[in-house]
């Protein structure tokens, strides 16, 4: 613990928040921030280029969370070539519009056509999908999860990847909010903020597909530039965290 608070300084901000003082939780946000920073680090160098990533993406009803109205997906090699990119639009909820609390950007997917199916044959495609892929990634991946699950979408295969050893021959869903904290040493943001980050160019978010789209660019920025020896990331690699903390899961 002594380490920790004599590096006190040199803990980002988001870790101290509220209170500044070092307590069991913050030893476990530090252990979960250098988890991340390896996490980065270990995939771009042992995770190979023919590995198949799918990142996911999905728009809900702004009154009713639960009913999905959009689904998006993009997928990719970890060396960046696109292999498929797809936008359903839920036919039997194309009424259902956004544009009180979430922009309504439905009708605006510009890399590609939109395809207009039901549900259930939105799900089974998407399956499929799943089923071919290696990794799951997405910005909040945790919420989409969730709503797939309760949609029918089967993920028994995959496990989310929290603070365990990293397996690159294993099935995992990444969120893309520890990447971000992991790479900028800052509390994650909205997609739109992690683009302007990174400088990338958006049009129409809050459309599945399009997330989708920028998400994977958004991932690929993180595995092409990220730096392990870098300064930033070796004085916080370099705590010292008591051995009996572990890291703490979902602490943002």
Request: glycine share 4%.
């Amino acid at each position: 613990m002594w380490d920790i608070i004599i590096n006190k300084n040199i803990i980002p901000s988001f870790i101290l928040y509220p209170d500044y003082y070092i307590t069991a939780i913050t030893c476990k946000k530090i252990k979960n921030l250098q988890y991340n920073i390896k996490l980065i680090n270990e995939f771009q160098n042992k995770v190979k280029n023919d590995r198949k990533i799918i990142v996911i993406d999905t728009e809900s009803y702004e009154n009713d969370l639960n009913i999905i109205t959009e689904f998006g997906w993009c997928v990719f090699n970890v060396d960046g070539k696109i292999i498929k990119e797809q936008h359903f639009i839920v036919k039997e909820y194309y009424n259902l519009r956004n544009g009180n609390y979430v922009p309504d950007n439905k009708d605006h997917y510009i890399f590609g056509k939109s395809q207009h199916k039901s549900l259930n044959e939105i799900n089974k495609i998407l399956q499929d999908e799943i089923n071919c892929a290696d990794f799951i990634i997405g910005y909040g991946i945790h919420n989409d999860i969730k709503y797939l699950k309760n949609s029918g979408i089967e993920f028994s295969k995959f496990s989310f990847i929290d603070g365990e050893i990293f397996n690159p021959n294993r099935k995992y869903i990444i969120e893309m909010y520890d990447f971000h904290s992991a790479y900028f040493l800052k509390a994650p943001s909205i997609l739109k903020y992690g683009l302007k980050d990174f400088q990338i160019k958006y049009k129409y978010l809050d459309n599945a597909g399009n997330d989708s789209h920028y998400i994977m660019k958004y991932f690929l920025k993180f595995i092409k530039n990220f730096n392990i020896n870098s300064k930033k990331y070796s004085r916080i690699l370099n705590i010292n965290v008591p051995t009996n903390f572990s890291s703490c899961k979902f602490f943002y």
